[in-house]
Structures are given as structure tokens and as C-alpha cells.
């Protein structure tokens, strides 16, 4: 097919996508469009690489200096998150006292950057750090909080996955390119290298799963067929992606994320909060035994031993001196002599430490981790008190709740402005007091109404 022919083509297939999953009886805050551009942006490219414009990644000091563009963008956006807020002040007061821990992280964040050796730097990217939480306060502040969510999830799968298709298919250019350190060709679709692409893969695919779950529940949803037929496609093509990409921990997160998704969607709450933890435990477990304690699992699966050379450059950065309990201040290990030195040790290029919980240790210290696991804990709480009240609604909160912890087993998970960080901080954030209560209604209406014969149902509705 001519390349312009299929633009034209999966253009109006994303247009198509919008109209199927359309509900007219459910409505969300038009504000909602700030935290999808957001995930939009981070989930592909720079907005500085889309025009072109901007440095590239051939010199250390580039990653100090940034994109005027890109600040700029991401500017813009966070005001307008700021000022959407501006009406809903009460909710985010208690919504934020309601997450104590992760404001304690966040400020520590934000005090680090007095021991930075380039503050200045570090505090435009604790902004930006700021920005992914105003993003998500932007949807548990919306009058229809899962709804805001949902639709978060689904704008941002029905633009980058077909995109990323098409691109792959029909614009090699710009879809495919060489692994700078091997030079085999991967497959980048929208984003700028297959892990990015394998990261976004996980995040809209696991957002279309739960959809196709909530859909395939209830039979009652109006424009069900659409629903379905339109988070079925976005699944076949997260599939292709992954398989394409050849991410594997992106793959193996989203089918462990998946299968918590799928197996909790029964109908027995006795059983049900006995099966999330043992669920979420023993996937976590088994992707630490697959990862640091056998490798049998790791070779069936065609994998490196070393994890591609990642055992290599935990060493090497561990050999950098770094004060252990503060650390180097929020996102700046990776700058100046230190990140020239590592090129030197390793490869050229490198940027991150290939574990979230490294990284977090090598820029915020022992202190930073302590918090991190704070509000970890704090936030498994959380994301199971919502599944208690709302199984659906909290179902997607564990399932990234899941993925994020694996991930950053391999990966650096809990970085500024990655997909994976934006949804683990939607995952762990309690929802408003005010919030809760009418989810808590929601969901009793909802549990009334399953159980309760459709005669009664119908009369209950005739006397209201």
C-alpha cells in the first residue's frame, strides 16, 4: 500500500476508534485533555524531536542544556494544569493530605537539589517531576474520576499505538532505526528507541485490557459491541508492538499486569482481596527469583544471563562515588565528568542505570529509597482500599501498581516523565476523601444491581 494511502488510512481508523469507544452518557472535565497531551509527549517523542529542532544525545553536556522548546511545551502544559486545578482547591488539599508519604517523597526530591552539583538543572526537572503529579491530580479531582481515567488511558492508546504501527509499516525512517551500541536494526514506532516503545506498549495495553474487561462485565454498558471491538483492536496491536519491538520486559509485565487484571475480575469479594495478595506477591516474586536467583527462566526465554549487559553497568555505576545517604541530588547522577567517566567504563550513550531502585539510590540516597518504599507501601494500601470499595476502578490501580515495581526491576521505572511513573503514581495516590465517598456509593449501586433480580431493580427505578 502507498505510504500516503495507509496515512490516510489509519488516520481515519483512529478517527474510527474515537467514535467507537464515545459514550454520550458519561462526561469528563474537558481539562482532561492536559494530563493526555502530557502522556501523549512522554510517550513518544520530544516535541523539539518532532520538529527536528533541539540536541541530540551525542554529547554529555546536551542533557545539562535541554530543549528550549521542549521546557516550553512542558511549560505551558503545567500552568494550564496549575489553573485547571485553580477551581478545585479543597479537592487537592485532601487529596494531598490524604497522601502523606508521596508528598514526602516529592519534597525530599525537592530539598535534594540544594546538594546538587547542578541545581539549576535539577530544579526544571523536579518542576517537570511536579508536572506528572498535577497531571494526575487533574483526573482524582474530576467530577467523574474513573471516567477521567479511563479516558486518559484510551486518548493516548487510540493516538500512539496506530501511529506507532503505521510508522513501523510505512515510514522506516522514522519508525525504525539501529541500536547505537550493537547497530541492529529495532523497531521505535513513535517513540525514539524499542524500550520506549516497548514502555508505552505496557501502559495503553494494560489501559485497553482493563476496558475490554469492564466492557466484557457488564452487559448492561451501553454501546458494549463498540467498546469491545475498539479495546480489542488496541490489544491485537499492543501484542504486535511488543512481539515487534522485541521488549521483552515490557511483554512480560504487561502479561503479569494482564493476569492480574483478568483473574481478579470474579465475582467473590471473600475470596477476591486473598487472591490480590497472593497474585501481586508471587508475581513480584517470581520476576525476582527469574531475575537474581535462577536463570533458567531468563535463558527459555532466548535472554541474557547478564540482562543485556545490565549486571556490567550496575557494577560500574556502583563504583562512582556518591555519598550513600543523600545521594547526588534529584536527577543529576547522570551529568557532567561522572556521566563522561561511565561512558568510558561502558558504552556511549547510556543515560540510566537500567533498575528504578538504583537509580533512586544513586540521586536521593538511602533517604530517597526509604521514602520510595513508603510510599509504596502507603500506596499497595491505597490501591487495595479502592478495590475493596470499587473492584473495577481498583483493579487497574494494582495492575500498575504491579508493573511498575517489576519494571524497575530491569528498568529505570521511577523516572521524571516516564508512562511507567505517570501511571505508578496514579496507581499509589489515594483518591480524595470526598472522592472516595462517592466511588463508595458507586460501588455499592453497582453490587446492588447485579445481585438484585431485575424486577426489583426495575421497581427501584420506577419509585426513584
Keep these: 500500500m502507498n505510504s500516503h494511502i495507509a496515512t490516510t488510512a489509519y488516520i481515519a481508523g483512529i478517527i474510527g476508534l474515537f467514535w467507537l469507544d464515545r459514550d454520550g452518557k458519561t462526561r469528563v472535565s474537558k481539562a482532561v485533555w492536559i494530563p493526555a497531551l502530557w502522556l501523549l509527549i512522554v510517550g513518544s517523542r520530544p516535541v523539539s524531536t518532532w520538529l527536528q529542532s533541539g540536541p541530540t544525545i551525542s554529547q554529555a553536556e546536551q542533557y545539562v542544556e535541554g530543549s528550549p522548546i521542549d521546557a516550553a511545551v512542558y511549560g505551558v502544559l503545567i500552568v494550564a494544569g496549575v489553573i485547571a486545578l485553580g477551581s478545585r482547591r479543597r479537592q487537592v488539599a485532601a487529596c494531598l493530605r490524604a497522601n502523606i508519604p508521596l508528598v514526602l517523597f516529592f519534597s525530599y526530591c525537592g530539598l535534594s537539589i540544594v546538594w546538587s552539583d547542578y541545581s539549576f538543572v535539577a530544579l526544571k526537572r523536579w518542576t517537570k517531576a511536579v508536572g506528572d503529579l498535577v497531571m494526575i491530580l487533574i483526573l482524582l479531582t474530576d467530577q467523574n474520576s474513573l471516567a477521567a481515567i479511563k479516558s486518559f488511558l484510551s486518548r493516548a492508546a487510540f493516538i500512539l499505538l496506530p501511529l506507532s504501527v503505521l510508522f513501523i509499516k510505512y515510514y522506516p525512517d522514522l519508525g525504525r532505526s539501529y541500536n547505537p551500541w550493537t547497530w541492529i536494526p529495532m523497531y521505535c514506532g513513535v517513540t525514539t528507541f524499542k524500550n520506549l516503545l516497548g514502555m508505552t506498549c505496557l501502559v495503553c495495553g494494560l489501559g485497553s485490557l482493563w476496558s475490554f474487561a469492564g466492557a466484557y462485565r457488564d452487559r448492561k454498558m451501553h454501546y458494549r459491541i463498540r467498546h469491545l471491538t475498539a479495546h480489542g483492536i488496541m490489544l491485537f496491536m499492543t501484542a504486535w508492538l511488543l512481539l515487534t519491538a522485541n521488549s521483552m520486559t515490557s511483554l512480560s509485565c504487561f502479561a ?30 517470581l520476576s525476582l527469583c527469574s531475575l537474581f ?8 526465554l532466548g535472554r541474557d544471563p547478564t540482562l543485556t549487559g545490565r ?8 563504583s562512582q562515588h556518591t555519598n550513600p545517604l543523600i545521594g547526588t541530588g534529584f536527577e543529576s547522577f547522570w551529568m557532567g565528568a561522572r556521566l563522561e567517566r561511565i561512558w568510558q567504563m561502558t ?32 500506596g499497595y494500601r491505597n490501591a487495595l482500599a479502592i478495590f475493596r470499595r470499587n473492584p473495577h476502578a481498583g483493579r487497574i490501580r494494582l495492575a500498575f501498581f504491579t508493573a511498575g515495581i517489576i519494571y524497575s526491576l530491569t528498568e529505570a521505572g521511577f523516572r521524571m516523565m516516564s508512562p511507567i511513573w505517570i501511571t505508578f503514581i496514579l496507581a499509589i495516590t489515594c483518591d480524595p476523601p470526598r472522592r472516595r465517598k462517592v466511588s463508595a456509593q458507586t460501588s455499592r449501586s453497582s453490587v446492588a444491581q447485579i445481585e438484585a433480580p431485575s424486577e426489583v431493580v426495575g421497581a427501584m427505578r420506577s419509585f426513584g
Design 256 to 285: 503479569m499486569g494482564g493476569t492480574l487484571i483478568v483473574l481478579t475480575a470474579q465475582r467473590r469479594p471473600e475470596v477476591r482481596i486473598r487472591a490480590v495478595h497472593i497474585l501481586t506477591g508471587g508475581l513480584i516474586a
Design 293 to 300: 536467583v535462577t536463570q533458567t527462566m531468563l535463558s527459555s
Design 311 to 318: 549486571t556490567a553497568i550496575w557494577q560500574v555505576v556502583l
Design 347 to 378: 558504552e556511549k550513550g547510556i543515560q540510566e542505570a537500567h533498575n528504578g531502585y538504583l537509580e533512586i539510590y544513586l540521586n536521593l540516597g538511602w533517604i530517597g529509597v526509604g521514602l520510595l518504599a513508603n510510599a509504596i507501601i502507603f
